[in-house]
């Protein structure tokens, strides 16, 4: 299974975004480009300390089975479920796009500061997870940036 801690898995994401063009187009989701990337951003900057933490939606059911299937087994995610609403880009909240390549750099600086924090720092909990080890954490970052990335067909 592919992982942020892994250094060519976290290099084939970056190559992945820095093939898109501000133009780029969704195949799904209502998200530009540039809304995508500072949604991304703001995902990576919760479990860093530099955003509150998403109010918490998780059940029993997302803490367990969910977080089992998703975090645990290799099936590729699927788009439509729901964002938390304090990053919904859609809806007018988490950081605006601004200028096209430094939103980029700025993403990929994020995901290589989550890596090198590694576990060292106490971590929110996932608002749909829950609490999360450092390899769930570095399968979620890794999922949740391919996801996007299929998204705008990269």
Do not use: N, Y
């Not at 780029?24 to 990337?37: A, D, I, K, N, P």
């Amino acid at each position: 299974m592919k992982r942020l801690a892994d250094d060519r898995d976290l290099e084939e994401l970056a190559a992945r975004i820095r093939k898109l063009k501000p133009d780029s187009r969704g195949l799904w989701g209502h998200m530009s480009f540039g809304q995508m990337v500072c949604h991304l951003a703001d995902s990576f900057r919760r479990p860093l300390g530099k955003r509150p933490a998403s109010p918490r939606r998780d059940t029993w059911f997302t803490r367990t089975v969910l977080k089992w299937i998703i975090l645990r087994t290799a099936l590729q995610w699927r788009g439509g479920a729901p964002t938390s609403p304090d990053i919904d880009q859609v809806a007018g909240k988490g950081t605006p796009p601004g200028e096209f390549s430094e939103d980029v750099a700025i993403l990929l600086d994020l995901m290589r500061q989550f890596i090198a924090q590694g576990m060292t720092e106490e971590r929110p909990s996932h608002p749909l997870f829950g609490q999360l080890t450092w390899p769930e954490w570095t399968r979620w970052g890794w999922a949740h940036v391919d996801l996007h990335l299929r998204q705008f067909g990269a």
